[in-house]
C-alpha cells in the first residue's frame, strides 16, 4: 500500500485500516488480517475500548514494530494536563508498544490546550512523534 512523507519526515500510509466496535477474539482475527492483505495503519481509540486487541494482534502479527503506523485517540476523562499524560501512558500500556505514531485529541475540548502540553511532553520523551489537536 502506499504511504506519504510528511513535513517532519515520518513515513504514513494512505490507507488505514480503522478499529471502532472491533472486539475480542473476532476483532483480533479482523486485524491480523487487515495486516495480513497489507495494512499497516491501525487507527484506535481510547473511547473504542480495544486498544489492548490492537497490541495484541500487532504483537501477534510478527510485523516489526517499526513497519507499522499505530493512531490512538485520548478521549474524555483525560482532559487535564495531569490526566492527558496518565491516558498516554495507558495507551502506550494498552497498545503495548513504546511509542504511538499519531495520538490525536479525539474531539474538540476547552482543556485542550493542557492536553497538548501532556502531547509535548510524549513527543519529547519520543512516546509519540506526531500530534493533532482534533
Partial sequence: MNDMTLNNN?????IGFGTWDIRGEAGKQSILTAL???YRLID???MYENEYIVGCAVKESGIPREE????T????PNTTRQ????????S?????????????IHEPYKSAPEMYEAFKEALRDGKTFLRNLF
Fill in 73 to 76: 485517540k485520548i478521549y474524555r
Fill in 83 to 90: 490526566k492527558a499524560k496518565s491516558g498516554i501512558e495507558q
Fill in 92 to 104: 502506550l500500556n494498552e497498545l503495548q508498544t513504546d511509542y504511538i505514531d499519531l495520538f490525536l
Fill in 36 to 38: 495480513d492483505l497489507g
Fill in 44 to 46: 484506535t481509540a481510547q
Fill in 68 to 71: 507499522l503506523f499505530l493512531t
Fill in 10 to 14: 515520518v513515513r504514513m500510509p494512505m
